[in-house]
Every structure is written in structure tokens, then in C-alpha cells.
């Protein structure tokens, strides 16, 4: 069974430091990968996503992160943060099968907070 | 943003009462997804329905029903609400499974049980 593992559970990190949040996952077949943010009392939303292609993906509000198959990974990272990125991240995988196996696994989450 | 509601947004019951949350969209996607929301543990899959009628069992089913008998609508009804269900509720929805496709959240549905 697939499985993700964010490695950090909080990420504490001052204004305009760089900051990365590492993701890797168990896959035996190729997948799909995905980062998403929830803010404070809201849903998730997407981020940015690896279907094909350039391993490097970028966001519109500056996060990237880089597929590595060789070593199972997708971490995400920003080279400035700012105080309006304080949420939580969550990174994601499924494979590119139909059935119950395209579902979305999620990990548990790495709660970024950026300090002034 | 993608059209999708969830009702009601807080709830707070007692143990052993049967509680529906309700989530509508309006992008007439057809997959449908519920999970639940615990601090340390992520968003774990419910149950998710791939069109009116057809649903399947997620990761954390047990405790948990669902029903879909219009695209728009996906019912989840814990049948007699327990403590370890108090959690964080989120409905999503996409226009196919796997794939790459994108799922959209919800607001959520903060459920409390006494």
C-alpha cells in the first residue's frame, strides 16, 4: 500500500528565511504528487502539483518542489517566506491507476509557522 | 473557488445519537470524497461515491454511511455518534479519479460528541 511521510510535524521559521518541508513517499509503480495548504479554519487547497515532465513544479505565490524517483521525494520549498504563508502542508500521492487505487493518500501534515 | 458546501458547519452531540453531515456541489463532478481530520493523523478517506448510487469504503469506514442519490449531494451519517468521532469533516470533489486530477475541499464540518 502506498504511504506518505512528512517528516516534520511543525516547522518554525523567521520572516524572509528559506524554508523546505520534506516529503517522501512508498510507491512501487508511478504516481502522481501533490502539496496542499489549509489555512486556519478553512479547507485545503492545491498548491502545486507532479504529473509528468519537468521534475521541478512551481506555485504562483513562489513555492516549488522537485520530484526525485530515485529517492522517493517531493519537498517542497520557498526561498523567502512571509508571514501570510503560516498554514499547514500537506503533501499527497496516487497512482496513475483507475479504481480505488487513484485515490489520494495524504500525510499528516507539517504546520508551518513563520515569525516576525 | 469550486462550489461546494457543507452543512452544518458546527455541530455538538451526544454519544449514541445519529448525526448526517451534508455536502452539495455545483460543478457536477463526479467523484465525491469524505474524510476526517485529526491532529497527528493527517486527512484520512471515509467513503467517496463515483456517481449517484456508487459508493465505496475508504480507510476509516466503520461507524460511517454514506448516501448519494443526486450528483450534487453526498450524505454522511454516523449512525450512532461514539467520542472518537469528534472530529473535523471535509467533503471533496473531482472530476475523475486518479489521473492527476485535482480534488477541491470543502469548508469543513466541526463535529463535536459528549
Known amino acids: 500500500a502506498q504511504s506518505v511521510t512528512q517528516l516534520d510535524s511543525q516547522v518554525p521559521v523567521f520572516e524572509e528565511a528559506p524554508v523546505e518541508l520534506r516529503c517522501n513517499y512508498s510507491s512501487s509503480v508511478s504516481v502522481y504528487l501533490f502539496w496542499y495548504v489549509q489555512y486556519p479554519n478553512q479547507g485545503l487547497q492545491l498548491l502545486l502539483k507532479?504529473?509528468?515532465?519537468?521534475?521541478l513544479v512551481e506555485s504562483i505565490n513562489g513555492f516549488e518542489a522537485e520530484f526525485n524517483k530515485s529517492q522517493t521525494s517531493f519537498h517542497l520549498r520557498k526561498p523567502s517566506v512571509h508571514i501570510s504563508d503560516t498554514a499547514e502542508y500537506f503533501c499527497?500521492?496516487?497512482?496513475?491507476?483507475?479504481?480505488?487505487?487513484?485515490?489520494?493518500?495524504f500525510g499528516k501534515g507539517t504546520k508551518l509557522s513563520v515569525k516576525p | 473557488d469550486a462550489g461546494i458546501t457543507q452543512s452544518p458547519r458546527h455541530k455538538v452531540t451526544e454519544t449514541g445519537t445519529p448525526v448526517t453531515l451534508r455536502c452539495h456541489q455545483t460543478?457536477?463532478?463526479?467523484?465525491m470524497y469524505w474524510y476526517r481530520q485529526d491532529p497527528g493523523h493527517g486527512l484520512r478517506l471515509i467513503h467517496y461515491s463515483y456517481g449517484v448510487k456508487d459508493t465505496d469504503k475508504g480507510e476509516v469506514s466503520d461507524g460511517y454511511s454514506v448516501s448519494r442519490s443526486k450528483t450534487e449531494d453526498f450524505l454522511l451519517t454516523l449512525e450512532s455518534a461514539t467520542s472518537s468521532q469528534t472530529s473535523v469533516y471535509f467533503c471533496?470533489?473531482?472530476?475523475?479519479?486518479?489521473?492527476?486530477?485535482?480534488?477541491?475541499f470543502g469548508p469543513g464540518t466541526r463535529l463535536t460528541v459528549t
Open positions: 507532479y504529473l509528468s515532465g519537468s521534475t
Open positions: 471533496a470533489i473531482s472530476e475523475s479519479l486518479g489521473q492527476g486530477h485535482e480534488q477541491y
Open positions: 499527497a500521492v496516487s497512482d496513475n491507476y483507475g479504481g480505488s487505487q487513484g485515490n489520494l493518500i
Open positions: 460543478e457536477n463532478h463526479r467523484y
